[in-house]
């Protein structure tokens, strides 16, 4: 009974992935316009960021209920203690990205283990993806591939972050009524770098569903 459960679970990742970053790409488009009012663009900015954090949450939901279903399927011979872990793990994680998103917390240290969760995740993604082809476990091959593309998937989220560094002072600025020529500028360069990475998730979520229609029974 509890495989229907896992299956539902990881299609709703993935429809809240993807189409919650449909739903910020198209507010970051009403950002950048720099001719239309300073409160019309603070609030594309407010949705942007609210509805940006379905994708980022179902990023931290899509490793423990794709565990739970390969588990529950046979394709990982895993006690399910590890499954509750990785559950209990994602609950910490998601709890830290909702702290950074509302500001709520001691950001200072909110800031930096959620950080090293996503690091923490990455590496071990790439480890037990190395690992299986090694031959040090088995593991079906798409679910090898599957990891790799959960962990391209972080990795395009820590590069937005990056490239997104520049967006926060400039948006202060906008948000206070000083947007000028220079801090425009900011906004539209900064959310221009992010597609990129937007659109490599994108295309990445598109070949885990692949596999997933793919995927032996």
Known sequence: MADP???LLHILVLVYWLGGDLGAFYASSLLVQDE???AGRLAAAQILLNVDMAPRSAMILAFPTGLALAVSRGWLSLDWTWVWIAFAVAAV???LAWLVH???GPQALVKPLDTFIRYAA???LLAGALASLAGLY???LFLVLKFLILALAIVCGLLIRRVLKPFGPAFA???M???GAPENAAIKASLSNAKLYVLTIWTALIAAATLGVYTPA
């Open 102 to 104: 509302l500001k709520a």
């Open 122 to 124: 990455l590496a071990g």
């Open 138 to 140: 088995d593991a079906p």
């Open 173 to 175: 600025a906008l948000a």
């Open 93 to 95: 994680w998601l709890l």
């Open 36 to 38: 239309r009012p300073a």
């Open 177 to 179: 009524g000083q947007a």
């Open 5 to 7: 459960i896992w299956i």
